[in-house]
């Protein structure tokens, strides 16, 4: 989730876009529309699963909000859409929900910490499932993959098992505004959750250095690496690659 300046964010998100579109080649308009896909279903699953964990936990603030559902229109945030397509990294509209909706077989700290974590691990097993199946397309239809449409399509696959890694790990980052804050704080104690409440303008700071500086793609890029390469070498072996 995201609740910084809209308009400060916004400015800097047009310097971003006017830069990369000033240097981009063909070919990396061709990765950015092969992209596109797996942007809108990295960010319409990641911000589902917010909700409909929200809504299992009794909270039906989600619903009425019209978030209950796969259709990207409903959850797509502009700067987190474009900074996905352009630096792999963003996130979608957030999904409101009312702690004291829950029911009370879990803490508000820990509800909140399982919402939070929905999306990421649905980004997680969007990964794992697309691993599979790209591995499955070489096994048992690689002639389809020679073809034009063959190329294509497993590219797509490719880029959307990577968007929704990054997405993922992006968001378990444990800083305010993203999902691995909320994550952190159900396992402080009582004193560290108020002195991370107290300093949370600190770390919105913290974030936007690292997010402007690029820093975080630095931090992100070396854990995304490893994840993929994992991912496809166990798919691999899977199907006997």
Sequence with gaps: ????????????????????????????????LLT????????????????????KLGDDTPSMQGRLNLNPLSHIDPIGFALLLFARFGWGKPVAINPRNFDRKYSQTAGEAIVAAAGPIMNFIIAIVLSLVYCAIFK?????????????????????IIVNL???????????PLDGSKILVNFLSYNGKQWIYEHEQIFYIIFLVLWITGLAGYIISPVLNFLYGGLIQVAMAIFGL
């Design 1 to 32: 989730m995201f609740y910084a300046d809209k308009r400060f964010l916004y400015l800097i998100l047009i310097v971003l876009i006017l830069m990369n579109l000033m240097s981009m080649s063909q070919l990396e308009w061709l990765v950015l």
């Design 36 to 55: 596109l896909p797996g942007v809108l279903i990295a960010i319409t699953f990641h911000e589902f699963a917010h909700a409909y964990a929200a809504t």
């Design 140 to 160: 048992f239809a690689n002639s389809f993959v020679l073809t034009q449409v063959g190329y294509i399509v497993v590219t797509v696959i490719q880029y959307t």
């Design 166 to 176: 990054g997405l993922g790990v992006f968001n378990l980052i444990p800083l305010p």
